[in-house]
């Protein structure tokens, strides 16, 4: 019984499983640097909201009013949470 056919298809997706595996891994140590980084700082529940997702990936310019329909809030206190952000640095 040759199992050749087989065992080359269960390594390939071993590989692909372990390489998924490493940018989560990458992703999630991203992110923890990050929060560790500015583990002094005092954020919102909104700054924190966006902020995640955009470690998570965001794709695309992050703008006021897309940060008001990220956080639900208006944009004015979208420009009030992004404003402290810019000023530390956190966000350019």
């Known amino acids: ?4 056919s087989w065992l080359v ?6 590989v692909r499983a372990l390489q998924e595996a490493n940018k989560t891994l990458d992703t999630v140590q991203m992110k923890a ?15 924190i909201k966006v902020l995640n ?14 940060w008001a329909a990220l956080a639900k809030c208006s944009p004015d206190t979208a420009l009030r949470d992004i404003t402290p952000l ?3 640095g956190i966000l350019h």
């Open 1 to 4: 019984m040759d199992v050749t």
């Open 9 to 14: 298809w269960f390594l390939g997706v071993l």
């Open 33 to 47: 640097r990050f929060w560790q980084r500015w583990s002094g700082t005092a954020f919102n529940e909104r700054q």
């Open 53 to 66: 997702r955009v470690l998570d990936g965001f794709e695309g310019k992050l703008t006021s009013s897309k």
């Open 86 to 88: 810019l000023e530390r």
